[in-house]
């Protein structure tokens, strides 16, 4: 199992990134894809969570309304759109997945809000 992460950065609050974590190893369409996030000092989260069919997404009440999680199957890759993000959106996120009872990580990637 790969997982690899990208697209984080440097952006003011208010603003977008869009991450990304091409997945391979694994029947990518048969998982349900999650994002996590850890802050300095903090325990990491669960930021998102979507099915592998695409039907159902759950987000953290944190980032509810600003944050969207999608798939594209024929790609590998789930996506984690963020919108209004606010300085205490600032920690490595991660993707990941649960298979055969394992959570496999990728190594992360850094999102920094701040003006």
């Known amino acids: 199992v790969q997982l690899v992460e990208s697209g984080g950065g440097l952006v003011q609050p208010g603003g977008s990134l869009r991450l990304s974590c091409a997945a391979s190893?694994?029947?990518?369409?048969?998982?349900?894809m999650s994002w996590y996030r850890q802050a300095p000092g903090k325990e990491r989260e669960s930021v998102a969570t979507?099915?592998?069919?695409?039907?159902?997404?759950t987000y953290a009440n944190s980032v509810k309304g600003r944050f969207t999680i999608s798939r594209d199957n024929a790609k590998n890759t789930v996506y984690l759109q963020m919108d209004s993000l606010k300085p205490e959106d600032t920690a490595v996120y991660f993707c990941?997945?649960?298979?055969?009872?394992?959570?496999?990580w990728g190594q992360g990637t850094q999102v920094t809000v701040s003006s």
């Open positions: 979507i099915s592998n069919t695409i039907s159902d997404t």
């Open positions: 190893g694994f029947t990518f369409s048969s998982y349900f």
């Open positions: 990941s997945v649960v298979r055969y009872g394992r959570r496999y």
